[in-house]
Nanobody, 115 residues
Framework: QVQLVESGGGLVQPGGSLRLSCAASGSIFSINAMGWYRQAPGKQRELVAA???????NYADSVKGRFTISRDNAKITVYLQMNSLKPEDTAVYYC?????????WGQGTQVTVSS
């Protein structure tokens, strides 16, 4: 069994920053990729950013230049540094781990960008 524990969400003003963390534990024998999705009210879940085991990254166009994804392989932790936040970034953010067979998901953390 795999557990993902997220932290770092909250309320921030437009233009502010937040850093999300997601630590994985349990029966993880290999990780192909880790990343973040988000889901805003009334919208479909969308990929925000992903990083492979080799360090290659992929970002949604809407967050390029503002968000940075990174990972600590020793700690099996993925981070999402979010800068210049906008109200449209408001959503529940979910981390995931892909082990080559399936995704495992975190419980989600709320990010609210509002003045």
């Amino acid at each position: 069994q795999v557990q993902l524990v997220e932290s770092g969400g909250g309320l921030v003003q437009p233009g502010g920053s937040l850093r999300l963390s997601c630590a994985a534990s349990g029966s993880i024998f290999s990780i192909n990729a880790m990343g973040w999705y988000r889901q805003a009210p009334g919208k479909q879940r969308e990929l925000v950013a992903a990083i492979t085991s080799g360090g290659s990254t992929n970002y949604a166009d809407s967050v390029k230049g503002r968000f940075t994804i990174s990972r600590d392989n020793a700690k099996i932790t993925v981070y999402l540094q979010m800068n210049s936040l906008k109200p449209e970034d408001t959503a529940v953010y979910y981390c995931y781990v892909h082990n080559g067979i399936r995704n495992y998901w975190g419980q989600g953390t709320q990010v609210t960008v509002s003045s």
